[in-house]
């Protein structure tokens, strides 16, 4: 069973950063993209970035310029660089690992909160 946790959420205002982290047991059939998600409470799941293993990224358009997501091959990690944030950034952010075969591995999500 691959194990994803996340990690980094808290509280923070108006014009803050933080910092998510996520760290993944690894899976049998190597890992290919890793990607970070949000939900807001009542809301659907939406894609905010999402990094090739060969590092290329892509960004919702409300994170392009203010978001930057890393990953560290080495350490089966993938960090997501937040600034600028805004309160409609509040939400619950998931991490999802990717293998080489399509499946999709999910954490539990951590809260993002941002106040004005």
């Known amino acids: 069973q691959v194990q994803v946790r996340e990690s980094g959420g808290g509280s923070v205002q108006f014009g803050g950063s933080l910092r998510l982290s996520c760290t993944n047991s690894?899976?049998?059939?190597?890992?290919?993209?890793m990607s970070w998600y949000r939900q807001t409470s009542g809301g659907q799941r939406e894609l905010v970035a999402t990094i090739t293993s060969s590092g290329s990224a892509e960004y919702s358009d409300s994170a392009k310029g203010r978001f930057t997501i890393s990953r560290d091959n080495r350490k089966n990690t993938v960090s997501l660089q937040m600034d600028s944030l805004k309160p409609e950034d509040t939400a619950v952010y998931y991490c999802?690992?990717?293998?080489?075969?399509?499946?999709?591995?999910w954490g539990h999500g951590t809260q993002v909160t941002v106040s004005t």
């Open positions: 690894g899976t049998l059939f190597g890992i290919g993209p």
């Open positions: 999802k690992v990717s293998d080489l075969l399509g499946g999709d591995y």
